[in-house]
């Protein structure tokens, strides 16, 4: 874990902290109390953050400088493009400027909470609502502006086999997801213990929530070889191996059951608490399958990405009927299984086309 992790990290726990005093003073977005003004302005100093991202990005890509420089500034020499600078600018601004619009305009926070339904909690007043979903507009913003800089699918890839990816920064990730969630639901601010677990979904499991969990995991992870099949059957061997290069080589770093299980539980824990468990009851099912599948930045722009839509939606529907406990217990299945049968029955892997 870097300092400048842990530094964004502390900077949101701050800011969701304070949107969740403002929201229990039942203070307005758009009041002039002390911790609504600080929230939005932190929240705006992440939008500033995210658009001087996107500008340095740019700046380099239009520098004629040497690949061993470029690579030192962490840019991969392969993404300096015109089509990378255009489409670094135009994301950049249509995030900011979006994310911009719902900090200042009540209008856009209620058209929001209309198109995110009855189904959604989204209320336009909250502050923590709007910490939520302009701090996932920013992040957004920022794994788009780093795939492309990065070099795309590729440059994903090299830069994992060269740099790999530590079982400590996968912690962490998770942890930081499991605080964000405690936090942003109000944990000992606007909630006991007892009733933040109970809005989050979670709960001691039960034979039918273990039951429902490995069954739906068993059914992704059927689903997932089928529309796998089906991309395979539509692309030429080298497009399925340029298209799956990151996400191979990210499974290629964690090779022994034991990595398997820590990652397989923490991304299963981290992101089900975060995604199912504390944004879906606030963005609806829909919306958080589209973020939870922009977050795989590993799968950007591949047939891949209608895999992870299919099992996020599915995630969402165990969360809405069974719970959260029975998603995670289900992400587990589908994270750990498929690899570790991999691992240690290759032939088996084999026979039932697990690659």
């Known amino acids: 874990m870097g300092l400048f992790e842990l530094l964004i ?19 307005n977005v758009v009041s002039d109390n002390g911790y609504v003004t600080i929230v939005r302005r932190m929240l705006l100093g992440l939008i500033v953050m995210v658009s001087l991202y996107g500008l340095y990005a740019n700046r380099i890509l239009l520098l004629d400088l040497p690949s061993a420089t470029l690579q030192e500034l962490g840019i991969n020499p392969d993404a300096v493009s015109t089509s990378s600078f255009i489409f670094i600018t135009l994301f950049t601004f249509i995030i900011c400027a979006t994310a911009l619009s719902l900090l200042y305009s009540s209008g856009l926070r209620i058209r929001v909470q209309q198109v995110f339904g009855k189904q959604s909690s989204y209320r336009a007043e909250s502050n923590v609502h709007q910490v939520a979903i302009i701090l996932a507009l920013c992040l957004i913003g920022y794994l788009f502006i780093n795939f492309i800089i990065s070099g795309g699918l590729e440059g994903v890839a090299q830069t994992i086999q060269e740099n790999g990816i530590s079982l400590t920064s996968i912690i962490f990730q998770g942890m930081m997801f499991v605080v964000i969630a405690l936090l942003g639901v109000g944990l ?15 709960q001691t499991p039960t034979p039918q929530n273990i039951l429902m969990g490995i069954l739906s995991g068993l059914i992704l992870i059927a689903a997932s070889l089928v529309l796998t099949r089906i991309w395979t059957s539509i692309v030429t061997v080298e497009q399925y191996a340029q298209q799956s290069a990151a996400a191979a080589e990210f499974d290629n770093q964690f090779n022994t059951i034991p ?29 958080t399958t589209l973020f939870f599948v922009l977050f795989h930045d590993q799968y950007t722009l591949t047939p891949a990405m209608l895999i992870i839509l299919v099992i996020g939606f599915g995630l969402g529907l165990l969360r809405r009927y069974q719970g959260t406990t029975s998603a995670i217990i289900a992400h587990f299945i589908y994270n750990f299984l498929p690899i570790a049968i991999i691992i240690a029955l290759p032939q088996l892997a084999q026979s039932l086309g697990i690659s």
């Open 188 to 202: 000992a601010i606007r909630r006991s213990l007892p009733q933040t677990l109970e809005r989050l979904g979670l």
């Open 259 to 287: 990595a398997i299980f820590i990652l397989a539980i923490t991304s299963a824990v981290g992101e089900e608490v975060l995604f199912r468990g504390a944004l879906q009851p606030i963005f609806g099912l829909p919306a």
């Open 9 to 27: 990290a502390l900077f949101i726990g701050a800011m969701t902290y304070l949107a969740n005093l403002a929201d229990l003073q039942k203070l």
